[in-house]
C-alpha cells in the first residue's frame, strides 16, 4: 500500500469539488487515482481495517432503474465512508408533482456529501439529469445555500458506467498483473442474444472507450443494426489502443484474451423507445418491443458457447459479464453464454463485480477530499 | 457561539422526555432555545465540525403523507445526531392489519431514541394521533418496557409545523439581524391560487401564531370561505404582535415587510374531506375535488405577481415559501407566484429551508438530553 | 454482569462464521450463551452503555413477508452493533427477474457481516432458501470473492422462529427467576380460534421445541386437523422436558404456570397452499382461504378467556403472545384473546418482545466474533 501511495502522489488530480460523471472527461492520472485508491481500500477492508472518511453526512442514491447490484455497492461504499444513505424514491417523492430538478436538488443536500445516479434508460436523458442536478449543487454551494457541495457520482447512464468499466479493468489489472501488461492484449466486446429488451448501451460504450484507452486492443461485434452511439465510437480513435468493428462473435473471439459477451438494445430502437416513452405511448411501446424482440430472436447464435471460446488464446480467454448474464438453461432458454462457459468463470465473474464498492468509495473520496494522498496517510496510519 | 451558549443558559427548559408536537404548547424560553442551539449546529456544520450527541440509537420516521423535504431534513438531522434511520411504512406493515397504535408504537421503540410523524391529512386527526404515539411510549417508559422514553416530534400536522415555522423564523432572524428586529415588522400571509386542492392549513395557522408571538405585526389574507381553524386564530389575540385580517393579497401587501403567499384548502372543505375519507367515500371524495377546483379557480388573481409585491415596504419585501411553490408557467400554468418573483428570491427560499434540518435536530436535542447545554458545551469542547 | 461472563467463559461455543438458522442446530451451551449475551445487551443499553462491536459493514434483511416488529428489531440491533442497515426489496431488485439467489446472495454481501432473513410462507421453502444464502456466501468467501462471511440469521422460517422463541425464554427466564426454576413447570401451548388464515407453524414450533429442551412441561392443544409438522413433533421427545398433546385449550390450560394461546393454520392447508402458490393458482387460493376460514370459524371457542385462565395455577398463568394478537372487540370481533385476559398481561407481552432486538444482536455478535467473550470483555471495560 506504500507503493500505491507513492504513486498516487506522483499524479495531477483535479477532483475535488467535482463529480464523476463520465470516465472521458477525466485524465489518465485521476482514472489511475481512481483505481489505486480503490485497491488500497478494498485491501484495508480484506485486512478488517477501516477507511472511515467522514464523521457524519448523508449520501443520496436516486435510481431511475431498477437495481440490485450497484444499489448494494453503493450502500456498502458509504457506508464504510461513514456515510449514512438515504434513496430519494421519486415515485413517493413530490419530485413526481412537478418540482424543478434544480429546487429539489437542493432540498435533498443541505447535509450531503455525494449524490449517486442511475438513470440509463433513456437516451439522451440519463447523465444529461446528472448534469442538472450537479449544476444545482454547485450553484447552491456558491450562493451558501449547502455548506458543502455534495459530487454526483454516474452510476450509470445512457452514456457510460464509470464504475463497472473501472471495477472491470482492476478485475483486468489483477488477472493480468499490471496496467502495463494489458497493453496490445486482445479483448472482444461482442454483443450476445438476450430473451429480453431494452438493455442499455453503456457497458458496451464504456467498456471499449476505457479499454482502449490503456492500451488494450479493443474489437467490438455486433448484429447489423445493433450499433452503438457514433460520438462514442468516434471518440476511441483518440486512444492509445487499437479498435476494430468485427460482423461476427466469431470474428472478434479470434485469439482474444479478453472477451465481454453482453446484450443490449441498438441504437435507434433506444432513440425510438425514448421517444414513446416521452409520448407516454403505450401500444407504440407494446409495439416496438414485440418488433424488437422479433428481430433479437435472429441472432440466437449469438451466445457465448464452448466452441466460441475455442476460437479465443489458447482457448482460454478470460470471460467477463457485469453481471447479471443470461445463462442458457439456468436463468433462460436461451441466452448469452453458456451454462458451461459462465459456471467456468462464474467466480472471476463474482470477483469482477467485488471491485465495484471500493470503486464507488473512491470515487466519493477523491470528489469530496481537499487533500486525497494526505487524508489516505492518516487512515493508513490509524 | 460562546455568546449563544451564554444566552442559552439564561433560558428556562422543560423539554427533556417530552415531545414536540406543538410551538403553542412551549414557552418562550423554549422557543427561544430551539432557534439558539440549530443556530449552533447549522454553524458547527459549516465550518465542518460534528455535532454528534448519540452514540448508537435510532430514530423512526413516520409518513402519512408524501415529502421529500421533510424527509431528506429528518433524515439529515439524525444522522448528524449519529441516530440510525427506520421509515415505519404502515402499508407493508402489520399496522394496517388491525393494531393498535399502542402496542405498536412500543413495538417499533426499543432502541428508539425520537419518532418523527408527518400527519396532516385529515383534521382533527394528524396531531391527535401523534399524542397517542406519544402516551404509548411514556406508558411503555414508566413500566419498564422502554429503556428510554422517545421524543415525538411533528414534522406537520393539521394544526402546526413547526419544524417548518422555526426554520421560517430563523431566516427571518437572518434577515432582520435579531429577534428584536422582528418586532413591529410587518408580514402578509396570504392564500394564494394553486391548480391542485387539498394542501393543508397548518403552515399559514403556524406562521400566523408564531410570528405574532415573536411581535410582528400579522396581516392574514384570503378569499371568503377559506379560513383557518377558528380556535387557531382565537388563541392569537393573547400574542405580543398585533393580528388583522384583510380580504385580499393587494390589502395584506401594503407596507409589508415580509410576504408569505400559499395555497390552502378551506377549513370547511378540509372537514366535509376527513368525513368523506373516513367513509372511503371514492365518489364523494371526486365531486368534492371537482367543485373544490372550480371554486379555486374565481381566485386565479390570487397571485403573488410584480405589480403586488411593489406595494410592499419599498416594493422590497422579503418573499416567503415553504416550497415547492406553484410558480405560474413553470411548474403550472397559474400558480401561488410568478416566475419573475419567484427566481428573484429563488435563494432566498431556499435557504429559508436550509433551516429545517438543524432545527429538527434541535427539537430532538432538547427532548433527550438531560443536561443540554452542558452536552452541548461538551460538544463546542471537541 | 460480570457472573454471566464467568457463565458464559465455562461454555463450549462453536458459532464463528456459522449462521442461526434453527435452534435444534445449537448446543445447550450455544443456546445459553445467546440468552447470556442478550440480558448483557440489555443491561448496558439500560445504563446508557454502548455495545457497539463492529467499526463499519452492512446487515441486510430480506423479509418475504411483511414485519414490523421484526424488522424494527432487526434494525434496533444493527444499528446498536455499528452496522449500517439495508434491506433487499425483492419486488423492485433484479432478483426478481430470474437470478440465481447464489448469485446475488454474493453481490449483496460484499461488505455485509450479516444478512437476517424471514421467510415463513411456504412450507418446505424458507429454511431451505436460508441456506442456499448460507452455501452461497460461503462459498463466496472460500474462493476469496468475500473478505469476510456474513452469518446468516433466521428471522422466521417455516419450521422455527428462533429470535422470537429464544426472546420468550428470556422473558420466563426473568419472571421464574432463572433457567433451573423452569424445569417442571407447566407451559400450555394451544391453537385459539383467528379471523385471518394461513398463520405460520414456526413459532408453535419453535416454542414447543425450545421450552421442552429447557425442562419446562409443554402440552400442546389443538383443534383435529391442526396439527404441526410431524418432524418437530418426533424431535421433541429426546428432550428434558415431558410433552403432551390435548385436546381442547381447557384440557392444555389445567394448572398451567404458563400458557400460549395461538393461531394458526393446518399443517396440511401450509401444504396445500404452497402448491397452489407455486403454480400461482389464484382462485385455488381463494377456494383454500374460503373452506379453511369456514373451518376455523368451527372453533371459535378456543378463545383464552377469563375462566379458561382460572384453570391454570391459582388462576394465575403467565399469559403469552408473540404479538400482533386478535384481541376480541378490540382488533377482530371475535379473536385469540379476550380483551380482558389480554389487557392484564398486556404489559407482560410488551416486556416478552422488548428481549428480541438483544436477542438478534446475540446472535449476529456470536457467529461474526471469532472471541466472543474477549470482545465481551473489552466492550464491558469501555
Known sequence: MQKKLQQLKELKLNCYNGDYLLNSEKTNDELIATELIAEIFKQLHKESKSFKSFNSGLAISIFRDNSTRTKFSFASAVNALGLGLEELDEVKSQIAHGETVRESANMISFL??????????????????????????????????????????????????????????????????????????????????????????????????????????????????????????????????????????????????????????????????????????????????????????????WECDESKMKLTKNGEALYMHCLPADISGVSCKEGEVSKEVFEKYRIHTYQEASFKPFVIASMIFLTRMQNPVEKLEKILSR
Open 112 to 301: 450531503a456529501q455525494t449524490i449517486g445516479i442511475r438513470d440509463d434508460m433513456f437516451l439522451g436523458e440519463g447523465n444529461k439529469y446528472m448534469r442538472e442536478v450537479s449544476e444545482a449543487v454547485a450553484e447552491g454551494f456558491e450562493k451558501g445555500v449547502l455548506h458543502n457541495r455534495p459530487s454526483v457520482i454516474n452510476l450509470q447512464c445512457d452514456i457510460d458506467h464509470p464504475t463497472q468499466t473501472l471495477a472491470d479493468l482492476l478485475k483486468l489489472k489483477d488477472y493480468f498483473g499490471s496496467f502495463e501488461n494489458l497493453k496490445g492484449k486482445k479483448l472482444a466486446m461482442s454483443w450476445a442474444y438476450s430473451p429480453s429488451y431494452g438493455k442499455p448501451l453503456s457497458v458496451p460504450q464504456g467498456i471499449i472507450s476505457l479499454m482502449t484507452r490503456f492500451g488494450m486492443d479493443v474489437t467490438l461485434a455486433n448484429p447489423e443494426g445493433y450499433g452503438l452511439i457514433p460520438d462514442v465510437i468516434k471518440q476511441i480513435k483518440n486512444y492509445e489502443g487499437k479498435f476494430k468493428i468485427a460482423n461476427s462473435m466469431e470474428d472478434a473471439f479470434k485469439d482474444a484474451d479478453v472477451v465481454y459477451p453482453k446484450s443490449w438494445a441498438p441504437f435507434n430502437v433506444m432513440q425510438r423507445r425514448t421517444d414513446l416513452l416521452k409520448k407516454s405511448d403505450k401500444d407504440g411501446l407494446k409495439e416496438l418491443e414485440k418488433e424488437c424482440l422479433a428481430n433479437n430472436a435472429k441472432y440466437k447464435d
